[in-house]
């Protein structure tokens, strides 16, 4: 361990955010963050692709940006240029699409470029919080729009829009993932689009599209992209590798007008984002992208059902939710007395983590008794007894669930 006494603290740069927690280990039961399946890596594949494409272009990890410029890996531009194309109707080149270090990067290019302190946008009111912390970093005053069994509300957007409008404001843009959204799992219907993209181009405000989970959808059928749909050019598209392969790889995307990528290069001061991952990607998921996805969602699902029978079976009817439409994540509404952000602390004292809801919403009061479990990491076995562990500090701190599975549960001495 480096030892010293030399003090930083009087160096530090002002305004900071506050330290970061240091890492004590996975908990045992660990519904937290957006991980993925670790028996779904194709991790042979995944050798056999970087062993061929080292042994075709190794020399070219000499070059910054290999032989492809700072937009990334042509290969892999190509890969996503043709799959978005079958996928999600989007007409878009290689040279539209900027490879970043994961969709984080890409949400900080997109708000680099557009967003300055003082700045509104509109957000679903359930979202993804490495969104929502950075919006608050950024001194942005956010609006948050209610979410219904197809997401973004249309009626409380456009209520949102005139508001705002009236009041002389222009938001920076419309924050939305449309596809399997993050925390609550559905999915927006074409017509809904059709209305979004009618008032993002009536009222001259961008649509900011996060498609990270559209790939994991149960039935593998979802409508067009934002971006494919529209007519003006004014929506910005990203995704990400994360959930669909791997996301320690940490590669996603952009995809937009020249113009406004250019501006997003000039912010982009890595270098690069590493070269290996996009060439084995590129290489892999040229061949076997297609057949991987649906192995990896029949596997998701099926843990997803264990999740909702152990979250009947141990909670009953204090544990309600949706079936989603697909994804890694289960939205969970418990009695209007637990509070998650309380039951989080005491759960993990037990070995098991989850997501409190006031993190993934911008209005606190509804997040409360809300919470996000992600079942894509647990193993089955992990997510029942996590479950039941759950459940019994759940009753210990809150005095629910009373009945398990519908059957009264006898006070414990
Ligand atoms: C909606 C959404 N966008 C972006 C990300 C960032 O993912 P990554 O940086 O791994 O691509 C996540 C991660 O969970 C997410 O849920």
Redesign the pocket.
């Known amino acids: 361990m480096t030892s010293g006494s030399f003090d930083f603290a009087p160096l530090l740069a002002a305004g900071l955010p506050a330290p970061a927690a240091k890492w004590t280990g996975l908990p045992r039961y660990n519904f937290t963050?957006?991980n993925n399946d670790a028996d779904h890596v194709p991790v042979d594949r995944l050798i056999a692709a970087a062993t061929a494409v080292l042994e075709r272009e190794g020399p070219t990890l000499a070059t910054y940006g290999l032989a492809s410029g700072p937009l990334g890996y042509r290969a892999l531009r190509e890969f996503l240029a043709e799959k978005l194309k079958r996928t999600a109707g989007m007409s878009c080149n290689a040279d539209e699409i900027l490879i970043?270090?994961?969709?984080?990067?890409?949400?900080d290019l997109v708000n680099g470029v557009l967003l300055a302190r003082g700045d509104t946008v509109l957000i679903e009111q359930e979202?993804?919080?490495?969104?929502l912390t950075r919006l608050a970093r950024l001194g942005v005053t956010l609006v948050g729009i209610p979410l219904d069994g197809e997401g973004m509300r249309m009626d409380a957007l456009a209520a949102a829009l005139d508001h705002l409008a009236r009041r002389g404001i222009r938001p920076k843009y419309i924050y939305t993932?449309p596809t399997v959204q993050?925390p609550t799992g559905t999915i927006m219907g074409e017509q809904r689009r059709r209305e979004l993209l009618r008032l993002s181009e009536h009222h001259g405000v961008p649509i900011f599209e996060?498609d990270?989970?559209a790939d994991l959808i149960w039935d593998g059928r979802r409508p067009p992209a934002l971006h494919a749909m529209s007519n003006s050019g004014g929506v910005i598209h990203?995704?990400?590798?994360?959930?669909s392969i791997a996301?320690a790889l940490?590669?996603?995307y952009i995809v937009a007008r020249w113009e406004i990528l250019a501006r997003m290069l000039a912010l982009k001061t890595d270098a690069g984002s590493g070269a290996l991952e996009q060439m084995v990607l590129a290489e892999f998921c040229a061949s076997h992208f297609t057949d991987h996805v649906p192995k990896l969602t029949r596997g998701l699902r099926a843990k997803l059902d264990t999740l909702m029978e152990s979250l009947a079976e141990h909670f009953g009817t204090s544990a309600e939710f949706d079936d989603p439409k697909g994804g890694i994540f289960l939205w969970v509404k418990l009695p209007d007395g637990v509070d998650t952000q309380k039951l989080a602390q005491a759960a993990l004292a037990s070995g098991v983590a989850i997501n409190p809801g006031p993190d993934w919403s911008t209005d606190k009061a509804y997040g409360k008794s809300r919470l996000r479990l992600c079942f894509a990491s647990p193993s089955k076995e992990a997510i029942r007894d996590g479950v039941a562990t759950l459940a019994e500090v759940c009753r210990r701190e809150f005095g629910v669930p009373t009945r398990i599975a519908n059957v009264e549960q006898r006070a414990r001495a």
């Open positions: 963050g957006g970043t270090s994961g969709s984080l990067q890409a949400i979202t993804y919080q490495g969104a993932i993050n996060d990270c989970y990203i995704g990400s590798f994360s959930k996301p940490r590669v996603g």
